[in-house]
């Protein structure tokens, strides 16, 4: 795995704390690790390094964990834009299905859209802000018992953070 990381640009001195960070990941195969690794990258780290950059200004961040479902292409997968849908409650919209798959929790949308309407309206989507508790996301996944708060939503992207000097 190591070496599918370094091909993919990761410095060796970053590796294995990254694939550490990523255990669950990685032991769903190369494709789900690169994969992952792309996506914080891409997208992640880029969250961490903005919310970190705007200092005190009031930030939210939230991650999305809800995995499409069958007959999904990307099935079991949390993929990027899947939170649009939700963010919006347009899931009878055309070709939703085919991100989320079949019956698309209505209850996500609720409090996925509650808290968009929050921000924007009230300017606080209902949990603590990045400015003033760093690292804390709001996830979102399934089934609205599940844990929604993480008091370090993207460590697993630390270890790509490391290469900058920056940690919270």
Do not use: K
Request: charged share 20%; hydrophobic share 45%.
């Amino acid at each position: 795995m190591t070496a599918l990381l370094g091909a993919a640009g990761l410095p060796r001195a970053q590796r294995s704390g990254y694939l550490a960070a990523n255990r669950e990941v990685a032991a769903r195969g190369r494709a789900a690790l690169l994969g992952r690794y792309l996506t914080d990258r891409v997208f992640r780290s880029t969250v961490v390094r903005i919310a970190r950059a705007r200092g005190t200004a009031p930030t939210w961040v939230y991650r999305y964990a809800f995995r499409s479902a069958p007959p999904s292409p990307m099935r079991g997968w949390a993929v990027h834009c899947i939170d649009v849908p939700f963010w919006f409650d347009c899931l009878d919209a055309v070709r939703v299905e085919v991100l989320t798959g079949r019956r698309p929790p209505q209850s996500l949308a609720d409090r996925t859209h509650a808290a968009a309407i929050g921000l924007t309206i009230g300017g606080d989507p209902g949990w603590p802000a990045w400015s003033s508790a760093p690292g804390t996301a709001r996830v979102f996944t399934g089934p609205a018992w599940s844990p929604d708060l993480d008091p370090d939503g993207y460590a697993s992207v630390a270890p790509l953070l490391a290469r900058t000097g920056a940690s919270h």
